[in-house]
T-cell receptor, first 112, second 112 residues
Framework: AQSVAQPEDQVNVAEGNPLTVKCTYS??????LFWYVQYPNRGLQFLLKYITGDNLVKGSYGFEAEFNKSQTSFHLKKPSALVSDSALYFCAVRDGNNRLAFGKGNQVVVIP | DAGITQSPRHKVTETGTPVTLRCHQTENHRYMYWYRQDPGHGLRLIHY???????DKGEVSDGYSVSRSKTEDFLLTLESATSSQTSVYFC???????????FGPGTRLTVT
């Protein structure tokens, strides 16, 4: 079965510093990988996806993610974090039935 | 929120009563999903639909049923609500071949 793991419960980063949120995956076949963000009392918002092609994927709000097949990782990155980036971040992987399996989420806290 | 509405947005009900949550989309997407979100568990798939009257179970389907009689509406029913079903419920939609899902604003259900 397809699955993802987000090893850290919370990531603290100072405003202006680089932000990284980690995700590793386990799939049979080629992975379709996604990142979502959830702000308080809101639904999840799609940030970016990797299907095929360039290993560096660019998404919304200045986020990007790096696909690494040898390390089975798909880490989310932002060069300079903003206080408004404080939110819950989910990694997900798609299966053959168009369903997504989500990680447990990472709380990101950007400290002013 | 990508043309997805959920109703009601908040509900408090008593153990043993039936509850129906509604998801409505205006995007004409084929796939619709119901998830529940609980602390420490991320999002877990309850049921999903791949077309009108075509539904299947997710990983936490016990105690839930669904129906989809029109493309735009996907109903989630708790036949006899239990306290373990207190959660935030999200509906999502997805088009054919795109992979990413778009989420509604959520319904906060409390079973007392």
């Amino acid at each position: 079965a397809q699955s993802v793991a987000q090893p850290e419960d919370q990531v603290n980063v100072a405003e202006g510093n680089p932000l990284t949120v980690k995700c590793t995956y386990s799939v049979s076949g080629n992975p379709y990988l996604f990142w979502y963000v959830q702000y308080p009392n809101r639904g999840l918002q799609f940030l970016l996806k990797y299907i095929t092609g360039d290993n560096l994927v660019k998404g919304s709000y200045g986020f990007e993610a790096e696909f690494n097949k040898s390390q089975t990782s798909f880490h989310l990155k932002k060069p300079s974090a903003l206080v408004s980036d404080s939110a819950l971040y989910f990694c997900a992987v798609r299966d053959g039935n168009n369903r997504l399996a989500f990680g447990k989420g990472n709380q990101v806290v950007v400290i002013p | 929120d990508a043309g997805i509405t959920q109703s009601p947005r908040h509900k408090v009900t008593e153990t043993g009563t039936p509850v129906t949550l509604r998801c409505h989309q205006t995007e004409n997407h084929r796939y619709m999903y119901w998830y529940r979100q609980d602390p420490g568990h991320g999002l877990r798939l309850i049921h999903y639909s791949y077309g009108v009257k075509d539904t299947d179970k997710g990983e936490v389907s016990d105690g839930y049923s669904v129906s989809r009689s029109k493309t735009e509406d996907f109903l989630l029913t708790l036949e006899s609500a239990t306290s373990s079903q207190t959660s935030v419920y999200f509906c999502a939609i997805s088009g054919v071949g795109t992979g990413e899902q778009y989420f509604g604003p959520g319904t906060r259900l409390t079973v007392t």
